[in-house]
């Protein structure tokens, strides 16, 4: 593959200070804004005051994906002029060399004539748009194989967007009457479907490709009260209410009872059950239909507490002030979704992004493209934008790559000396 400027159309400097959300959380956080008027906060307290605290799943949900109001539903929230810089916005290697990854899978998995790919959350589409660019290159190879693209994504606003860009148009044919409710063919002549849920996408051998979007769902936050989970609700604050305030729970929380391991030894948990279903939906499917899933997102194993916070112009923003306006994410407990698998499935990783890349052989591209960079502020941006995905300041080490397979693929692995790529060094010539 050839190409010259790795860098999308964004602000160099903003993305070197902004570049990932996972920034210290105390670091600053804007509390003095007015909320005047703001419908979804008029709506979260009246519905509070009828029915009583929601808990934080429940704020977190409405805040993000209320049809009406929601912070995803109406806006493009990613790059410079938005909220936060995710890295397949960064450089079109990190896409290019997840396009790679499915391909060394789909052939060390024994090259099925049939692949559905689905993303998770596509924000503008520039993840998919660079594996299909890819994809493209290796025609010859890959013409063996009916290929499918499946999005999941519940934004309007973001969907015109995805479509768009890898397909070309901005209106698309719906289909009140399938499970996907848009539909087209891509720029490179593949069809493409979105859907709303994860339960319309169609079974077949797959690749499940997720990047920041499980840090998008909502957690639960749980706090340990003399031995005792409680959880944390969202409440109308009665000296103020124009503003909203967090409380504890009475009784002893059921989502606890459920989702918290009897060994847990934090005082505070956050646990997403959206999360531990899409887990669960992937690993039945895996184990039916074979593929893999490859989920790459900012978290822990099991080890941090509170880690809720709010984005808004690549600024933390509290969390309980003006809903909608700001994003609102959660670190991924690694450990909570590998527990979720039950062991059904073989869980790699979480290694991180740096590791990840790396492996990928990240190096070996960003020579070539400097050999063929037209000139001096090309290879500069080609540098400045491989540090910022790198660099264990940055997002290096911030971001962690995990993936799930059938057993058989890693017996497989050891056997016959496929490895799995991204978790093996690859020898690049
Ligand atoms: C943080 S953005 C990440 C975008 C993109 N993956 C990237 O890395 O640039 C989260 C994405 O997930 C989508 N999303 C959030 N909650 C969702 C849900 N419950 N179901 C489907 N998509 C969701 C958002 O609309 C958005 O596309």
């Given amino acids: 593959m050839s190409g010259s400027a790795q860098l999308r159309e964004t602000n160099f400097l903003l993305i070197l200070v902004f570049a990932a959300r996972d920034v210290d959380r105390y670091q600053s956080s804007k509390t003095g804004d007015s909320q005047e008027g703001n419908p979804l906060l008029k709506y979260l307290t009246m519905k509070i005051k009828a029915t009583g605290p929601i808990t934080v799943a429940e704020y977190m949900r409405e805040v993000l994906t209320n049809p009406l109001k929601g912070y995803y539903m109406h806006q493009n929230m990613l790059g410079e002029h938005g909220d936060f810089v995710t890295s397949p916005e960064i450089s079109q290697i990190f896409g290019e060399l997840i396009g790679i990854w499915c391909i060394n899978e789909w052939i060390s998995g024994g090259k099925s004539k049939s692949l559905n790919l689905v993303e998770f959350g596509p924000g503008r589409g520039s993840l998919m748009d660079d594996i299909l660019r890819v994809f493209s290159q290796f025609q010859n190879l890959l013409n063996t194989c009916d290929i499918s693209i499946h999005l999941v994504e519940v934004s309007p606003k973001l969907s015109e967007i995805q479509a768009l860009n890898l397909t070309g148009k901005s209106t698309m044919a719906k289909h009140e009457d399938k499970p996907s409710y848009k539909t087209g063919i891509t720029k490179t002549g593949l069809p493409i479907n979105w859907y709303y849920n994860i339960e319309d996408v169609p079974s077949g051998y797959t690749f499940y490709i997720a990047h920041e979007f499980f840090d998008a769902l909502p957690i639960h936050k749980l706090q340990k009260i003399q031995d005792k989970w409680k959880e944390i609700l969202v409440d109308v604050d009665p000296e103020n209410p124009q503003k909203l305030r967090f409380v504890l729970g009475s009784g002893c929380s059921l989502i606890a009872r459920t989702f918290v391991q009897p060994d847990e030894n934090r005082n505070h948990v956050e646990v997403c059950p959206e999360a531990a279903v899409i887990i669960q939906k992937l690993v039945s499917q895996l184990k039916i239909y074979g593929g893999a899933a490859l989920i790459a997102d900012y978290g822990h194993s099991g080890d941090k507490e ?14 309980l002030l003006d809903p909608g306006t700001a ?15 039950a062991n059904k499935v073989s869980f790699l990783g979480p290694i991180t992004q740096h590791e ?5 052989g990240i190096d070996f591209r960003l020579k070539v493209l400097m050999e063929n960079a037209k000139d001096a502020a090309t290879q500069q ?20 790559f995990f993936s799930l397979f059938p057993h058989s693929r890693l017996e497989q692995a050891s056997k016959l000396k496929y490895p799995i790529a991204g978790f093996t060094k690859l020898e690049m010539s």
């Fill in 381 to 400: 941006h080609l540098i400045a934008s491989y540090d910022v995905l790198m660099n264990p300041n940055k997002m290096g080490k911030r971001f962690h």
């Fill in 327 to 341: 994003d609102l994410t959660a670190d991924v407990d690694f450990n909570f979704l590998k527990n979720m698998t």
């Fill in 306 to 319: 509170d880690t809720f916070r709010g984005f808004r112009s690549h600024q933390l923003h509290n969390v």
């Fill in 356 to 360: 990840f890349l790396r492996n990928m």
